[in-house]
T-cell receptor, first 110, second 113 residues
Framework: EDQVTQSPEALRLQEGESSSLNCSYT??????LFWYRQDPGKGPEFLFT???AGEEKEKERLKATLTKKESFLHITAPKPEDSATYLC???????????FGTGTRLQVFP | DVKVTQSSRYLVKRTGEKVFLECVQD?????MFWYRQDPGLGLRLIYF???????EKGDIPEGYSVSREKKERFSLILESASTNQTSMYLC????????????FGPGTRLLVL
C-alpha cells in the first residue's frame, strides 16, 4: 500500500536555528514527490516537485532533497514568517492521484 | 499565475441540507480534484475529474457527488449533509500529463450543525 509518513509532527525553532523535516514514503513506482506549505485556514501552496533520487531543489531558505525512500526539507536560518504546516505528497506511476502525509507544523520564534 | 477559486470560505449548514461547493480554475487545466482535510488525517481525496462530464471516485466518495459541466468548473455536492462532513474542503487542479503539479484553492470550511 502506498504510504507517506512525515516527522516530526511539530517542530519549534528559534529564529536562525536550522533544521530538517522528514518525509518517508513507500510507493509502487515514484512519479513525483511534492512539498507544499499551508498557512492556517488556507489552501496548500506549492513549493517543490522532485522526480528522482539525488535531485535537489532550493527556494530562499528552503532546500528539498530526495532519496529512494525519503525526502528532506531543510530550512536554513528560519524566520518567523516560515512558520506554517509543511505537507509532503507522492504520486505513484500511472495515476494523477496524490497521497499526502499529515504534515509537520513548524513554529519559528524570534 | 495559476488561480483556483472556491465559492465560499466559510459555510454553516443544517443536517439534511443539500450543499453545493463550487471550484473554478482559470488555467485551462484538464484535471480537477476535491479533497477534505481533517486534523490528524491529512488530505483525503473525495472525487476527481479528468475531463468535462468525467468523474472518478477517490478514497472517500461516500455521501458526496460531483458535477463537471464545464472544463473550468468542478462542483462538490453533499446530497444530505451530516455532522461528520464538517471539515475543510479543498479543490485543486492540474494539467493532464506526467508529473504535473496540483494547485490548490483557498479552501471552504464547512460546519454542519
Amino acid at each position: 500500500e502506498d504510504q507517506v509518513t512525515q516527522s516530526p509532527e511539530a517542530l519549534r525553532l528559534q529564529e536562525g536555528e536550522s533544521s530538517s523535516l522528514n518525509c518517508s514514503y513507500t510507493v509502487s513506482g515514484l512519479r513525483g514527490l511534492f512539498w507544499y506549505r499551508q498557512d492556517p485556514g488556507k489552501g496548500p501552496e506549492f513549493l517543490f516537485t522532485l522526480y528522482s533520487a539525488g535531485e535537489e531543489k532550493e527556494k530562499e531558505r528552503l532546500k528539498a532533497t530526495l532519496t529512494k525512500k525519503e525526502s528532506f526539507l531543510h530550512i536554513t536560518a528560519p524566520k518567523p514568517e516560515d512558520s506554517a504546516t509543511y505537507l509532503c505528497a507522492v504520486q505513484a506511476r500511472y495515476t494523477d492521484k496524490l497521497i499526502f502525509g499529515t504534515g509537520t507544523r513548524l513554529q519559528v520564534f524570534p | 499565475d495559476v488561480k483556483v477559486t472556491q465559492s465560499s470560505r466559510y459555510l454553516v449548514k443544517r443536517t439534511g441540507e443539500k450543499v453545493f461547493l463550487e471550484c473554478v480554475q482559470d488555467m485551462d487545466h484538464e484535471n480537477m480534484f476535491w479533497y477534505r482535510q481533517d486534523p490528524g488525517l491529512g488530505l483525503r481525496l473525495i472525487y476527481f475529474s479528468y475531463d468535462v462530464k468525467m468523474k472518478e471516485k477517490g478514497d472517500i466518495p461516500e455521501g458526496y457527488s460531483v458535477s463537471r459541466e464545464k472544463k473550468e468548473r468542478f462542483s462538490l455536492i453533499l446530497e444530505s449533509a451530516s455532522t461528520n462532513q464538517t471539515s475543510m474542503y479543498l479543490c485543486a487542479s492540474s494539467l493532464n500529463g506526467p508529473q504535473e503539479t496540483q494547485y490548490f484553492g483557498p479552501g471552504t470550511r464547512l460546519l454542519v450543525l
